[in-house]
């Protein structure tokens, strides 16, 4: 249970101050670029998240897993609340990248963890739970964060203070793994296979242009006549609700398809969501759409997770995880600064269905590449 209520912690970083942006950006508007320095508060713990995970994956492996979790958690609140306290954006940018070195720390911890506890068809079912408690606690704090923007934008920030609420459970019941420890003086050279940077890749893009939906869609449909935070809250949520459905099932069908056919079905799912967004223009549809996003993520990132854990090696597995924390976040960062060109010459519905049929083509290389997976299972 600490394990994945640590693991909820990830996705609040992010999600919770979604709908807050664009009343942050009205408030902040004198600043220069105050917009976009606005839309990068959401994406720039994801930067931060990336530098550290490569740092806590090799000390996790020489250390020890447990010795940084408790004081990452402190920080978390601290840091994640100081958006309340600040009226400074340049502040608030500063508390969201410390915010991201905490999240580095505890996203590396658990999910090394969960692959040192767990083994087989029990490691494939609790990675699918991880991500689907991930999920549920992104409706929660997505729409906490949509009712309390209402008060004033600020107020979400408080909701990060959960941390707190967590760190006497993961300090009494985390253990760490029985397994030895390599010492830092020992040289670590096993050889992972090369094929691992394919999903790390592919990883970073799923986020590049996934993370569009909590950066763009807030405006978009306040362009479509949506004014209550609240409703923009549900919308961005329910994406999480289905991504957590189909985590709940992923073990069941690992057990019946291949990797290479679930990232198909993820990704295929992905195009769908985003040609629905494309070509929808009201309300309705885009929750259809933002359902089927949430679908597609909810088996590509506990596929991703799982294929990881399994290529590699015990002794290297933090440092190993600890790149796909990076992969995985740097794409979150990434997505607003390289799809901001595109938006800014495109409409939002011109760049949705540019989406839909890149992450189509997505799907089908990989069930096209089918055989470069059979290693792994």
Known sequence: MSLLLISSLT????????????????????YPNGQALVKLSLSLPA??????ALLAGSYIDRKGRKPLLGMALVAYAITGSSGYWLDDLYGILIGRALLGVCVGITMTIVTTLIADYYQGKARQQFAGIQIAVMSLAGILFISLGGILADIRWNVPFLLYLFSLLILPLALRYIKEPEQPVESAEQPVDIPVPKVIWIVFFAVMLMWILFFIIPVQIPFYLKGLGVEKNSLIGVAIASSTLFSAVASFFYAKLKSRLSFAQLFFAGFGLMSVAFLVVAFSGTYALVIVGMLLAGMGMGLLIP??????MQLAPPAV???????????WFMGQFLSPLILLPFISSYDLETVFLGI?????????????SGRFWKQAG
Do not use: H, K, W
């Open 11 to 30: 996705i609040a970083s992010m999600i919770t101050i979604s709908s807050s942006l664009p009343d942050m950006s009205r408030d902040f508007s004198e």
């Open 47 to 52: 930067l931060f998240i990336a530098l550290t």
């Open 303 to 308: 596929n991703a997770n799982i294929l990881v």
């Open 317 to 327: 597995r933090g440092r190993q995880i600890g790149r796909l924390t990076t992969f």
């Open 356 to 368: 839909g049929i890149l992450t189509g083509l997505l799907g089908l290389l990989f069930l096209l």
